[in-house]
């Protein structure tokens, strides 16, 4: 299970291997800790997720995009597109994606399909 304290490479290395880059799972796994503990805990476990969930996005488009297969395309070109951005967009709700942050379409070939046909759209200025 994915904890605010453990936001390193080696953690989101072991969390993301060999999972299909689920990030849906692992942010669920860290609500569901989160709800877990004492409202002060809470707070301040929130307070430390405000400030590391831009770093731990990042470094997860980052370890992906090193990655094989959809997944991996969709980071690379959203790394392409938005450049520093990136993890910004892919976690964003995104109004072409029916207000889904692309991030959440990753699980699924067809999703990521999706996600990549809306990068190529951005890319080139196609708006419809």
């Known amino acids: ?22 990030f849906c799972n692992a942010i669920n ?5 989160i709800s877990s503990q004492p409202a002060m805990q809470q707070i301040h476990a929130l307070v430390k997720l405000e400030v590391d969930l831009k770093f731990l996005q990042m470094q997860a488009v980052k370890l ?3 990655g094989e297969g ?7 070109q959203a790394e392409i597109v938005f450049n520093d951005d990136a ?7 995104n109004w072409a994606l029916g207000w889904k942050a692309p991030a959440e379409m990753l699980n699924s070939d067809e999703g990521a399909q ?6 190529g759209r951005i890319q080139h200025g196609v708006l419809s």
Do not use: Y
Not at 87 to 93: C, V, Y
């Open 1 to 22: 299970m994915i904890r605010p304290n453990d936001v390193s490479e080696n953690k989101l290395q072991e969390s993301f291997a060999g999972s299909g880059a689920d």
């Open 64 to 66: 992906l995009s090193h």
């Open 29 to 33: 796994q860290l609500a569901v800790f």
């Open 87 to 93: 993890a910004d967009w892919l976690f964003g709700q």
């Open 70 to 76: 959809l997944q991996a395309e969709v980071c690379r």
């Open 114 to 119: 999706m996600v990549l046909d809306t990068l």
